[in-house]
């Protein structure tokens, strides 16, 4: 059974960094996409960074190209974001997912497995 479980989340405040990791229990590291998404209160989950292992390339949502970074390390079985520059509007629930769909980007109908999530709050 696949499983994938985030940490990292806490309380920050604004121009503060943190790194959140996603461990997971199989190869699933290793599929084709491994994203991260979030979700405020009231609001829609979204997407926030993908990297693709079939091309190499790690793409980005507009409000975190810049300050954010995706990145794997396959020995650990573990996919990292690093979030510099935190802002309010960044403060949500995040969640690593996995598509074995190569060419999975920005939707979360595209990704098959799913961590609980981890609270990031950034205060102002």
């Known amino acids: 059974q696949v499983q994938l479980v985030e940490s990292g989340g806490g309380l920050v405040q604004a121009g503060g960094s943190l790194r959140l990791s996603c461990a997971a229990s199989?190869?699933?590291?290793?599929?084709?996409?491994m994203a991260w998404f979030r979700q405020a209160p009231g609001k829609e989950r979204e997407f926030v960074a993908v990297?693709?292992?079939?091309?190499?390339?790690?793409y980005y949502a507009d409000s975190v190209k810049g300050r954010f970074t995706i990145s794997r390390d396959n020995a650990k079985n573990t996919v990292y974001l690093t979030m510099n520059s935190l802002k309010p509007e960044d403060t949500a629930v995040y969640y690593c997912?996995?598509?074995?769909?190569?060419?999975?980007?920005?939707?979360?109908?595209?990704?098959?497995?799913w961590g609980q999530g981890t609270q990031v709050t950034v205060s102002s």
């Open positions: 990297s693709r292992k079939t091309d190499g390339n790690t």
């Open positions: 199989s190869g699933i590291i290793n599929s084709n996409v």
């Open positions: 997912a996995a598509s074995r769909y190569y060419s999975a980007y920005n939707s979360p109908s595209q990704y098959d497995y």
